[in-house]
């Protein structure tokens, strides 16, 4: 396994452990399954693992893992999808969510947490689901005023280590708060070969992830890539149910040319796509939607064959595939 430094966070395993598919969101597991595949992603070095009280059960699956007492190398985020809570709220809000969290994971500090709330504009509009966003998206003024206070105070009370933002929200407002100070000190940031957020995706305006991990990487900032085989779209086959006209359903009838290619070079598309997003410039370490130790495998051979050869990259991106 290698290892990248985090900007101020520090050296983290080049793979993290993403709770989603320990929690059953990216197809079934058992709990059993689930546990086995914790310990065997720190016995091939990873140690970093992120959670989030939305990812169903899988921050019990930590607490019933290491039972309150994890090896003191290994670090865990959780998160808070925020919303827009009433004026003034904002802070037990985080509190509430954070004490949560530590809860269910039997942990007495988070090492990162993550607002994982969108960031919009404060008059923005939504063209996907608006009527909603005052549960998934946080005002501009919102995060300024109340959230980054609550984080900072969070952080000076010993409750987190560090705090971080998911950068899946309004482009140019990901790109106000990477600029903002105080800053996050880790952002989570689509990485994979499509550009692609999928359903995160609400806003219109053209998908600016590339552009998030440059003005990230040049503040100091750590980078966690997101979404490296975009829910599944970038796999051999969705192991989950679901409509045509779902986004991820979308991205992978889009994705048919990578997995002819993938056929091409005699290669796994889910490995292709993880060597890809290993890749990219200024992810320090791409988080994993693994629900079991088979998945976990084929990730940890992706991160062992090292950087892509340029003639299979190039190929790769004249494919054509990537979001406006």
């Not at 059953?24 to 720190?42: K, Q, R």
């Not at 039972?67 to 670090?75: D, E, F, I, L």
């Not at 919303?83 to 500090?109: F, N, Y």
Request: glycine letters at 10%; hydrophobic letters at 40%.
């Amino acid at each position: 396994m290698r290892y990248a430094q985090l900007g101020s966070f520090g050296p983290v395993s080049r793979l993290t452990l993403g709770g989603g598919g320990l929690g059953s969101l990216w197809g079934e597991t058992t709990a059993d399954e689930a546990i086995a595949t914790v310990h065997a992603a720190l016995d091939a070095g990873i140690d970093l693992i992120d959670t989030a009280p939305s990812y169903r059960d899988c921050e019990a699956v930590i607490g019933a893992a290491f039972g309150g007492a994890p090896p003191t190398h290994v670090r865990f985020t959780t998160k808070c999808q925020l919303g827009e809570p009433p004026r003034g709220d904002v802070a037990a809000h985080l509190e509430t969510s954070l004490d949560a969290s530590l809860s269910a994971m039997r942990l007495e500090r988070a090492d990162i947490f993550f607002l994982h709330s969108n960031i919009r504009p404060d008059d923005y509009r939504y063209a996907r689901f608006d009527d909603r966003r005052t549960g998934f998206a946080t005002p501009w003024s919102m995060y300024v005023e109340e959230v980054v206070p609550a984080m900072e105070r969070l952080r000076a009370s010993g409750r987190i280590g560090h705090w971080g933002i998911t950068g899946t929200g309004v482009p140019q407002e990901i790109l106000s708060a990477i600029a903002h100070d105080p800053a996050p000190s880790v952002v989570q940031a689509v990485a994979n070969l499509m550009d692609s957020a999928g359903s995160m995706r609400a806003y219109a305006e053209p998908a600016r992830p590339r552009e998030i991990i440059a003005a990230a990487k040049a503040r100091g900032q750590g980078v966690l890539g997101i979404r490296a085989v975009q829910a599944g779209a970038l796999t051999s086959g969705i192991d989950r149910t679901m409509k045509d006209s779902h986004p991820e359903a979308a991205d992978y009838r889009r994705a048919e040319r990578f997995r002819a290619l993938c056929a091409d070079l005699g290669e796994d598309p889910a490995v292709l796509a993880h060597r890809y997003a290993l890749d990219m410039e200024g992810v320090d370490s791409v988080i994993l939607g693994v629900k079991n130790r088979a998945e976990l495998a084929d990730c940890l051979r992706a991160e062992a064959a090292g950087p892509l050869p340029g003639d299979v990259r190039a190929r790769i991106d004249a494919l054509g595939l990537t979001q406006a």
